[in-house]
């Protein structure tokens, strides 16, 4: 994997933005609305992380980036859950390099983040229930499923879901481990 890892800032948002969308748009069908999908996403995620990068405080996000190419991403909320910790709000690998390790370098830069500068060990994050690959990916990093719940709408609004869909929490009581797994993994 010859990918570099960097914070993103805010001239990053455009490209961040277009990633978070591609991959919604591959992943998220059946239970986000066509109709958000193929318009109104991308306005939503740019300014989204416009917001986001423009004003960091108590957040961090890092690209990885081929080159030019930005073909990951990761962002982090420290300490948003008194009983789970710090959420991973996405971790996105472009479509045609996941299963390269990406993920599993961003995730791992996320425990060590986490372990850094949070006040709380753990971590956790959501997946949709319908997305069985990242399910199995988060497993195999030793994330346990703890629970379900109804998908929130995007931006608040919603007829941006197609019914009901639910999202299954997935948590790492101490992130710090996570960080340190991947790097023996890694030296394997």
């Known amino acids: 994997m010859a990918v570099e890892l960097r914070t993103a800032g805010p001239a990053d948002a455009d490209r961040v ?8 748009r591959r992943h998220y069908r059946g239970a986000y609305a066509d109709s958000f999908l193929d318009s109104d996403v991308v306005d939503d995620r740019r300014a989204l992380w416009s917001g986001r ?30 009983r789970w910790g710090s959420l991973i709000d996405n971790l996105h690998v472009r479509y045609g390099r996941q299963r390269t390790g990406i993920g599993t370098t961003l995730l791992a830069r ?24 990242a399910q199995r990916f988060y497993r195999a990093l030793g994330g346990t499923f703890v629970e379900s719940a109804s998908v929130t709408a995007p931006g608040g609004v919603p007829g ?3 019914g009901s869909p639910k999202k299954l929490r997935f948590a790492w009581p101490e992130a710090a481990e996570l960080a340190g797994a991947v790097r023996t993994l890694s030296q394997a």
């Open 160 to 162: 941006r879901l197609n």
């Open 53 to 82: 990068l423009a004003d960091p405080t108590g957040r961090l996000t890092v690209v990885a980036e081929d080159g030019a190419e930005l073909v990951g991403f990761v962002h982090v909320v420290f300490d948003d859950d008194d």
């Open 17 to 24: 933005a277009g990633l978070h969308v591609a991959s919604w």
């Open 110 to 133: 996320a425990g060590a983040a986490v372990a850094d500068r949070a006040t709380a060990p753990a971590m956790y994050l959501w997946v949709l229930e319908q997305n069985v690959a």
